[in-house]
């Protein structure tokens, strides 16, 4: 879309005396931007719109950001990047040019002061259609698509590692809907069931007083299934940056999928991140992540967290037979120090560990490092993670149901290393 014109932005105390015809095409111009920008906006918000502006007026700027807010934000998540959209449009016509330089790459010196924090999306929303910016014709070529695979088919097996810009958000925008589904378990709660496993009691006494005396049919109760809760693990020291930068994505969209799911970070010092993941903007959410996250991209103490989590956390989030998901590379910087007691109380507080390892990729690989060695006798399932055909797999291998106790974990590949029998 076009820029409005500056006779159309809002001064400081009303609207700097726009035409009333002009109005209804910007607050039209504005619903799509928003539109565009992800929000769920149809034409019955744009004509819901346009009443509430007439009906308030324009001489109060306050009035008619409220009015707007008030038909076109439905959600919480919404309200940030309505403000961003709201102050472009119709305050300043010459923000836009900032926000667009403000996502270039720049270097900046110590005293020069920092652009606002605007979405992305927000900038390419309000940037006129690419059939405008670009006048010439383009020209058309034909492809034989015979012998070829799609461009989807390709980035199921491509390493992250090796992905460009584009397919990385294409992949970004496939894990956005994936979604890791848990077996049911039974848990002690029951409830009413006319065909159940034990005599509700309470319920058929009461169906005999109703009845006078007469017999009545039992009434029965059977135990609720629902699926364990899931903790992960996430490994974000420098080996695994890229691919912990990717997988924060499927973890945004496995989180809020699900209620029970907690998400935590380590390198050098455990992190939680749960609540910031619980934002369903994927842009806000990461970026509450990086702020919060202190070590990414530094070194790996994989034994002091786990034992930092063992200690403060797993009473809380392992309770009711959790499944443990651990990504990570398994190269410590202490050299597996303390890391086998550790992951040994681990296993033995939750119902099951899955490790998702990069390395799994390579044909050859070896459990050589002491830090491999050290986790692998606790880990139920070791599984590969560095491409979407590799994730997808997993949620396969958490349908399985828990082995018994005693029983040796089952190998992930002929390149696992050999494993003692897990003893509980």
């Not at 008030?70 to 926000?99: C, G, M, Y």
């Not at 009845?211 to 899931?230: K, N, T």
Request: aromatic share 6%; with cysteine; hydrophobic share 45%.
């Amino acid at each position: 879309m076009t820029q409005p014109p500056a006779s159309a932005g809002l001064a400081a105390g009303g609207l700097a005396g726009p035409p009333k015809a002009r109005l209804a095409e910007n607050v039209v111009h504005f619903v799509r931007a928003l539109r565009a920008c992800g929000l769920p906006l149809g034409p019955a918000k744009a004509l819901d719109a346009l009443a509430a502006v007439e009906a308030v007026g324009v001489e109060r700027r306050e009035d008619f950001r409220a009015a707007l807010a008030a038909i076109l934000v439905s959600r919480r998540e919404h309200l940030t990047l309505f403000e961003q959209a709201f102050d472009v449009f119709w305050r300043n016509p010459r923000l836009l040019e900032k926000v667009m330089a403000a996502l270039l790459p720049q270097a900046r010196g110590r005293g020069a002061d920092e652009a606002p924090e605007v979405a992305a999306r927000l900038a390419e929303a309000l940037l006129p259609p690419r059939a405008a910016r670009d006048a010439q014709p383009a020209e058309e070529v034909e492809l034989d698509a015979a012998f070829t695979f799609s461009s989807r088919e390709v980035l199921q097996k491509k390493d992250f590692a090796t992905m460009s810009t584009s397919e990385l958000d294409e992949v970004k925008r496939l894990m956005a809907r994936m979604r890791l589904p848990l077996p049911e378990q039974p848990v002690r709660r029951t409830r009413a069931s006319p065909r159940g496993s034990r005599v509700d009691l309470r319920r058929t006494l009461r169906r005999m007083t109703g009845a006078g005396g007469m017999a009545v049919p039992l009434a029965f109760r059977e135990r609720v299934h629902r699926p364990p809760p899931l903790v992960v693990l996430c490994d974000i020291s420098g080996s695994m940056d890229r691919y912990a930068r990717m997988l924060l994505h499927f973890l945004h969209a496995i989180t809020n999928d699900r209620h029970r799911v907690q998400v935590l970070l380590f390198g050098t010092r455990l992190t939680p991140i749960t609540r910031h993941l619980r934002h369903r903007d994927v842009d806000v959410a990461l970026a509450r992540v990086a702020r919060a996250v202190s070590d990414w991209a530094g070194g790996t103490r994989i034994g002091a967290c786990l034992a930092e989590f063992n200690r403060r956390w797993s009473r809380r989030l392992l309770a009711q037979n959790a499944v443990v998901l651990l990504i990570s590379d398994g190269l410590d910087a202490d050299t597996g120090e303390g890391l086998a007691f550790e992951m040994e109380r681990l296993a033995k507080s939750c119902r099951r560990v899955v490790w998702l390892n990069p390395l799994l990729r390579y044909a050859g690989f070896e459990a050589k490092p002491a830090g491999i060695r050290a986790m692998l006798p606790w880990v139920d399932d070791f599984r590969p993670v560095h491409n979407l055909a590799a994730l997808a797999q997993v949620g396969a291998a958490l349908r399985v149901e828990a082995r018994r106790r005693g029983r040796a974990p089952a190998r992930a590949g002929a390149h696992r290393a050999r494993a003692a029998p897990r003893m509980r």
